[in-house]
C-alpha cells in the first residue's frame, strides 16, 4: 500500500497531465510552445549567427582565462613510461614534464598577435 505523500504525489501528477494541453491538441487549434518558438528563431540565419557568435565568444573567453590544457598523452603527468619497463619513467617530450599543453585557440590567438606586430620570433 502507497503511502499517504506517495499517493498525494501520484493525484498531483495526473492532474497535472489531464490539464496539460498535449502536443496533438497544440497543433489542432495552431498554438505554439515557447520551446517552438525558441526551435524557430534559431533556425533562422540570425538565429544561427548569433549562436556561433556566443559558441566563439564562450570559447574565445576560456582561451583568455585558461589558456593551457592538460597534455593528452601523458594526461597532465608530464612523464612518460617505458614500453617494457614498468619503472622507468622519464619526462614527456610534448609537454616538457608540465603536463600542460597550449589551447588551439591560445595559439591561433598567439599566432595573429605576432603576425600583426610583424615580429616573429
Known sequence: MLSHAATATHHTAALLLARAPMPAELLA???QTATSHIA?????????????????????FTCWIWPFKPCRYCHGTGK?????DIRAVRIHGRCNG???RLRF??????YLRTEQRGTRR
Open 98 to 100: 608540465t603536463g600542460l
Open 29 to 31: 487549434t495552431g498554438e
Open 40 to 60: 524557430e528563431w534559431f533556425a533562422t540565419t540570425a538565429g544561427l549567427l548569433t549562436l556561433t557568435a556566443l559558441i566563439t565568444a564562450g570559447y574565445a
Open 80 to 84: 612518460r613510461r617505458a614500453p617494457f
Open 105 to 110: 585557440g591560445r595559439r591561433v590567438y598567439e
